[in-house]
Nanobody, 126 residues
Framework: LMFSSGVWGGLVQPGGSLRLSCAAS????????IGWFRQAPGKEREGVSC????????YYSDSVKGRFTMSTDNAKNMVYLQMKSLKPEDTAVYYC???????????????????WGKGTQLTVSS
């Protein structure tokens, strides 16, 4: 299982939009739960979204619901997090990660993932 985080993080103004991406390899999307996490300085890591392509279910935390959209391109082995209406409190290092569907959604909840991608810094500031 491997992830290569996209390098498209960076500095965005409040209210702006950005899409993060992760290139995945070594696993079949349908067999895994894929998640996006973030960690801001001095704060605990937060699971902001996860998806099961086989279950056709996507989860969003309350802090990003309605503003972030997670998606996958199974043909390209890509995972995306489209973010809009960004706020300064969205500033964090963002990570993609994956856990086997057999281990269940609880693994995402407790951040016990099988593999993590490299973090991508997002800064939302004017």
């Amino acid at each position: 299982l491997m992830f290569s985080s996209g390098v498209w993080g960076g500095l965005v103004q409040p209210g702006g939009s950005l899409r993060l991406s992760c290139a995945a390899s070594g696993f079949t999307f349908d067999d895994y739960i894929i998640g996006w996490f973030r960690q801001a300085p001095g704060k605990e890591r937060e699971g902001v979204s996860c998806i099961s392509t086989s279950a056709a279910y996507t989860y969003y935390s309350d802090s990003v619901k309605g503003r972030f959209t997670m998606s996958t391109d199974n043909a390209k082995n890509m995972v995306y997090l489209q973010m809009k209406s960004l706020k300064p409190e969205d500033t964090a290092v963002y990570y993609c990660a994956v856990v086997s569907l057999d281990r269940g959604w609880a693994s995402f909840i407790v951040h016990d993932m099988d593999s993590w991608g490299k973090g991508t810094q997002l800064t939302v500031s004017s």
